[in-house]
């Protein structure tokens, strides 16, 4: 099974901040994804993180907010700008190891509280 | 659209009783379903998959495509299955999981 490490864990950010999320995977993985999780809420897509390329975002999420970067197969990170209250949720980084598995492995996730 | 609904936010049952847990969901096309679980304390990690027809830690799930429900179930409960219970599912888009509510399970002793 995959190793994906977060960082941080958890914070506490002020408004109008931002804070970038790192995802650190143990080895090269075909596929990365950021998946948000609202208080009390499910698990939603933000964007495919795609290697050397622009991220490849759902619908309700945009760039300039969740800017993402790809550098690597084993590194992605996630920045939530501009941050405001309604950001507060747990952001998870996932990743598919190689094409033709269908497990997604998930990450221990991001607790963000914007006060 | 694709959605997940997990009509159940809390589940109780004792130790040794069957569960159920439910999940319905409504794709155009031929999804893949999977359940994943989240135990206290740890990450999410996938517990079984329709496709691969399997019994993981008891549980097995059947997709009807008829009922468009793919339900969570073990004859027997143990303390140990207490845990946060997502149903997922994926379409045509690789990768993207849409995931229902989640269900929360309480095996009590």
């Known amino acids: 099974s995959a190793v994906i490490s977060q960082k941080p864990s958890r914070d506490i950010c002020q408004r109008g901040t931002s804070l970038t999320i790192q995802c650190q995977v143990d080895s090269q993985v075909t596929m990365m994804f950021w998946y948000r999780q609202q208080p009390g809420q499910s698990l939603t897509l933000i964007a495919t993180a795609n290697q050397g390329s622009e991220a490849t975002y759902e619908s309700g999420f945009v760039i300039d907010k969740f800017p993402i970067s790809r550098p690597n197969l084993t590194f992605s990170t996630l920045t939530v700008s501009n941050m405001s209250p309604e950001d507060s949720s747990i952001y998870l980084c996932?990743?598919?190891?190689?094409?033709?598995?269908?497990?997604?492995?998930f990450g221990p996730g991001t607790r963000l509280t914007v006060l | 659209a694709q959605r997940v609904t997990q009509p159940e936010k809390l589940l109780s049952v004792f130790k040794g009783a069957p569960v159920e847990l439910k999940c319905n969901y409504s794709?155009?096309?031929?999804?893949?379903l999977f359940w994943y679980v989240q135990y206290s304390r740890q990450r999410l990690q996938l517990l079984l998959r329709h496709i691969s027809r399997e019994s993981i830690k008891g549980f097995t799930a059947d997709l009807n495509k008829g009922e468009t429900s793919f339900h969570l179930k073990k004859p027997f409960a143990q303390e140990e299955d207490s845990a946060m219970y997502y149903c997922?599912?994926?379409?045509?888009?690789?990768?993207?999981?849409?995931f229902g509510q989640g269900t929360i399970l309480t095996v009590h002793p």
């Open positions: 996932s990743v598919i190891y190689h094409q033709g598995t269908d497990t997604q492995y």
């Open positions: 794709y155009s096309g031929s999804p893949e």
């Open positions: 997922a599912l994926r379409g045509t888009s690789y990768g993207k999981l849409t």
